[in-house]
């Protein structure tokens, strides 16, 4: 049985009411400024998730300025003995690609790169270089387009000299008019309809005052920015603010009606500003945006979440509970992930995904490509990380036209479809994962060589801004890194013709896309229409799915999806519901059960023999109230993966200790509420215990569990769930396909079984991102041992291992003590008994990964015996221990050391 989830503080409201709007998008730019980590350095690249491995590292006298990333090269300004010196690494294999020694004079000010093409700003000039091979080759020098700071946006550099932005053509290297922003740094961000916008700190006023500003600007010849329209916010700056210009205004690309203002030299004032009101909640540096709300540190080192719509702030942590080695750096972000320097935070969840305590950042940690990043450290050096898969994964991009000429010129070989394969076919035959996956593959391939030949096409007619369209559409379906940054390096620095002709050339071309997309449409749905001949239904609808994202604008063919709803389908005639459920099914491969199917006989007069579906997959037999397929799909693909972890990790047992019902799928039910989960009549007529979040009843061989709390939303990310439905089916395979339990409610031993379904529940849900050795030392339940070990609270060893079924129910009662965590941000209520579970589930994971293989064989030869009902003797000993002193002394060392 598994303890309900643990809660979080929310502290209360700091600032005005009236903050009513809400973010939806972030800002992107084509490169991130070096530290300026608010959401320009939030970028949609797959973050890194799992443990990150140090691809290269590159050692200087000092890094002035950067890293800064663009189409897999991190560009920084550093000095080696007396020369200042720009160089280019590639992000894959870590060699200096390009280096370039600067004039003498003033210090840069920043560093920019847009699609390539290098722009370095100093107080009296911006240079540009272009990367050619493996040289840096400088472009032009703009003498009056120097200043004290710069940013990059549409293509275009701004560069701040004194209360003004001078708009710079990098390409052509000339400056192209003055946009008079204000005082402080905008934030300049496209709008929907190809324009441009700006939300600024406008200057003091004589009483203090100071406008947000927001007002349409146009790029071109002349830029132009229109009347700007703003509010008065009505607190007074101090006299440093009046003077300085280093001011930062934070906010996304919807522009409501909040906007965080964040001043470097008095961090007191900063805070979020709205026509309604205002708050003061300051943070060391601009914060990262993410869905509406800013997270960062404090200047008294705690990390913040600020919510404005809700009124209210949010302690995540204080810097000194965070995890050994973690720094109070500047944020970044890649999606849903937040970068402190050296660490990684999932926002959704507040877990703690990984930490690199031997990095000294000093600056943000900077994303450089699908699970890759960049991070300049405080001794001078570029150091690169990847995701262990992705280490050396990736070939160094190509560079210069030639190189790119041949990524695209050298085709993949063909990849063969099902329908044209009948071998393949016939292997796969019946297997809809499968069947649709050498579908996609053979269709991917199709397709990304059509984007390359599309984009050679506009390159033909010197089409720049549609080829980096097509670059972006490419990746999207499935465009390796590699060949991608080889494309973009093709379109440095390069506009699209201006020739006479060139609206003609764009829009034929346009039709030979569509031409091309039409194809590729016509053989997704042919590919469809054969899965679907071949009995195949969730495949064939998953792939009519995909062909609707071919081409803007498509809808779903419900005509062509009618034929493959199945009959057991609950909501019959419902072509759209069955192609949601088809794409949540297909990863685990279930199937509903029909209404005269036996298998309903087991929950007659239950309340799941109304207003509930029943699904079967390869090990699972799910009746649930709960019909949302985004919530049952990836539980039931969590609990096939379960199952087959437990297979894996534990010994065959003899067949006469296994169930009868041992080759039966294992019966789960979930409830869609908590409320209804604690009210369902279990064996004996009794109810689940109040304070479970799930139950496994033998007598009955069902395990039982909800989605959703009573508030009615499900948990992020939906990992609660899937803890609890690992945990649970444990209890349930053990039992039902191991060694069915004979042991006594007086026998010791409930720390080995209530310990194992907790270290399994809590390993499943880390394997999406550290694979399958389920040795993830960072979850909650080694987490909350760790912090109650701080504290002086473990419970006593010899106690743990005494207690039995009954005991459990009797001696673990009282109230808890209060716990921050250090690996998910988050201060925990933690009783007796929470702890008995995170306790014993540190126990087993401390047997089997720390004390080699006499204590991984001893535990799980002590699982056996506790399931036969045998006695477990001296635990200590069968651990490889001396005595029982040694054992506990080794592991409160092993989890105070976490």
């Not at 959401?39 to 590292?57: L, S, T």
């Not at 870590?94 to 004039?103: P, Q």
């Not at 003033?106 to 700003?121: M, N, Q, R």
Request: hydrophobic share 45%; charged share 25%.
């Amino acid at each position: 049985m598994l303890p309900t989830p643990l809660g979080m503080t929310v502290l209360p409201v700091l600032f005005a009411a009236g903050l009513l709007a809400m973010w939806r998008g972030d800002a992107l730019e084509w490169s991130q400024r070096s530290g300026d980590a608010s959401n320009r350095c939030a970028v949609d690249q797959e973050p890194i998730r799992g443990e990150p491995v140090e691809a290269w590292r590159q050692k200087f006298d000092a890094v002035l300025l950067g890293p800064v990333v663009s189409v897999g090269r991190a560009v920084a300004v550093v000095r080696e003995g007396k020369e200042r010196k720009v160089v280019v690494v590639d992000v894959v294999k870590g060699g200096i690609v390009g280096r370039k020694t600067l004039d003498k004079g003033s210090d840069p000010s920043a560093i920019l790169v847009i699609d390539g093409l290098l722009a370095v700003v100093d107080p009296e000039k911006t240079k540009t270089y272009r990367l050619a091979g493996d040289s840096l080759r400088a472009e032009k020098t703009v003498a009056d387009g120097g200043g004290s700071d710069a940013m990059a946006t549409a293509g275009l550099l701004l560069v701040r000299e004194e209360r003004n932005w001078k708009v710079i053509d990098p390409v052509a290297g000339k400056s192209r008019g003055t946009l008079r922003l204000g005082r402080g740094r905008p934030c300049v961000e496209q709008s929907a309809d190809d324009g441009w916008r700006y939300v600024a700190a406008a200057d003091p006023d004589e009483a203090g005052n100071f406008r947000i500003a927001r007002a349409p600007v146009t790029f071109g010849a002349s830029p132009s920015v229109g009347n700007p329209a703003g509010f008065v916010c009505g607190y007074v700056p101090s006299v440093e603010h009046a003077i300085g210009d280093a001011v930062t205004v934070v906010t996304t690309i919807d522009f409501r009606d909040h906007v965080y203002v964040w001043f470097p030299r008095a961090l007191g004032d900063s805070g979020v500003f709205s026509e309604g009101g205002g708050g003061r909640v300051a943070f060391q540096a601009p914060p990262i945006v993410h869905a509406g709300r800013f997270i960062g540190f404090s200047p008294e080192n705690v990390l913040l979440e600020l919510a404005p719509e809700e009124g209210k702030y949010r302690t995540l942590v204080d810097a000194k509970e965070l995890p050994k080695g973690a720094s109070v750096s500047s944020p970044s972000r890649a999606r849903n992930v937040l970068y402190h320097g050296n660490w990684a935070l999932e926002i959704e969840s507040r877990r703690v995904l990984w930490c690199i305590p031997g990095v000294e950042p000093d600056g943000p940690l900077v994303p450089a490509g699908d699970g890759r990043a960049v991070v300049r450290t405080k001794g001078g050096e570029l150091v690169g990380f990847a995701e262990k898969g992705k280490l050396g994964a990736a070939p160094a991009a190509p560079t210069g036209k030639a190189a790119g000429t041949a990524a695209t010129a050298k085709r993949a070989p063909p990849v063969r479809a099902p329908s044209e394969d009948a071998e393949l076919a016939q292997r796969l035959a019946g297997d809809e994962r499968a069947m649709h996956a050498a579908f996609e593959a053979a269709l991917t391939a199709d397709l990304q060589e059509s984007w390359l030949r599309l984009f050679d096409r506009y390159a033909e007619f010197k089409l720049w801004d549609e080829c980096r369209r097509i670059v972006v559409a490419a990746q999207k379906a499935g465009l390796d890194e590699a060949r991608a940054q080889a494309l973009l390096v093709r379109t440095t620095g390069k506009a699209s013709s201006g020739a006479g002709n060139a609206e003609l050339q764009k829009k034929k071309l346009l039709g030979e896309e569509q031409e091309v997309l039409q194809f590729h449409r016509a053989r997704i749905v042919a590919a469809a229409d054969w899965c679907g001949a071949h009995q195949l239904p969730v495949a064939a609808t998953v792939l009519a799915r995909r062909a609707v994202d071919v081409l803007p604008g498509a809808k779903l063919d419900v005509a062509r999806v009618a034929p493959w709803i199945p009959a057991e389908f609950p909501w019959p005639g419902n072509a759209t519901s069955w192609a949601e459920w088809a794409e949540a099914l297909l990863p685990s491969g279930a199937k509903f059960l029909g209404a005269a199917d036996p298998a309903w006989k087991r929950v007659q007069g239950t309340l799941f023999s109304e207003g509930s579906v029943a699904l079967r997959s390869g090990n699972l037999l799910l009746f649930t109230r709960e019909v949302a397929p985004e919530v049952v799909g990836p539980a039931l693909a969590r609990g096939e993966a379960v199952v087959a972890s437990l297979a894996a990790l534990l010994p065959a047992a003899a067949p006469s200790e296994r169930s009868t019902a041992a080759n039966e799928p294992l019966e789960v039910r979930l409830h869609a509420s908590r409320d209804d989960y604690v009210g369902e009549k279990i064996a004996g007529g009794e109810t689940p215990e109040a304070w479970s979040a799930g139950v496994y009843v033998p007598s009955e061989k069902v395990s039982r569990f909800y989605s959703r709390g009573n508030a009615g939303r499900p948990d992020p990310l939906g990992r609660g769930l899937h803890e609890t439905m690992a945990h649970e089916l444990t209890h349930h395979w053990l039992d039902a396909r191991w060694i069915t339990g004979r042991r006594s409610p007086l026998d010791p031993g409930i720390w080995l079984v209530e310990g194992f379904a907790e270290f399994i529940g809590q390993q499943s849900v880390e394997v999406a991102r550290r694979g399958t050795a389920l040795d993830d030392a960072t979850v909650m339940s080694l987490d909350v041992t760790a912090a109650a070990a701080r504290a002086g609270h473990l419970l006593d060893l010899a106690k743990v291992l005494a207690i039995n079924a009954i005991t459990f129910r009797t001696s673990l009662d009282g109230e808890g003590q209060r716990y921050q965590l250090r690996h998910t941000l988050t201060q925990v209520q933690v009783d007796p008994r929470s702890l008995f579970y995170s306790q014993s589930a540190a126990l087993a994971f401390f047997a089997l990964h720390r004390c080699g293989e006499t204590g991984r064989n001893g535990y799980i030869e002590l699982l056996a015996s506790c399931y036969r009902g045998e006695p477990l003797g001296d635990v200590a000993k069968r651990l490889g221990f001396a005595h029982s002193e040694a054992l506990s002394a080794a592991f409160i060392e092993f989890v105070r050391q976490l």
